[in-house]
């Protein structure tokens, strides 16, 4: 996808598709808390996710696969690991969360995925913010 279509159609296609999932989380009455639900989205992906919230405003995500092959992203491919952190897997959350939390926005920093370091983890930094209104 994006080598025809460039970074932003990937990137699209992840936020749209991880709003959906969020849309249909909140239509169950699925969406309890971020920790939560962001169990609920990386247990579906085969993953032992490991979510720890170290303030208020912050999360670390570890996610644990059995082989060192994520789901998203394939395997060891150093070249590859930024694309698709930055046009699928963050998008996708972002779209997850956005749906879920529209009150809050949402920023990843990405610690180690497969695609980078071979391991069997992926590990990133969430932090949240609430928007600003306008009054």
Known sequence: MIDIGGNNLPKAISTKSGSKLGKLYKERGLSLDIGIALKQLYSVLKTKPV????????????????????????????????????NICIPYTRGFLNELFPQFTFEADIINCIPLNNQRT??????????????
């Open 51 to 86: 979510i720890k919230q170290l303030n208020e405003n912050t999360y670390e995500i570890i996610l644990k696969y059995a082989k060192k092959f994520c789901p998203i992203g394939g395997s060891h491919n150093p070249s590859r690991a930024s694309i698709f952190q930055e």
């Open 122 to 135: 992926c590990h990133y930094i969430l932090k949240i913010k609430n928007k600003q209104h306008k009054g």
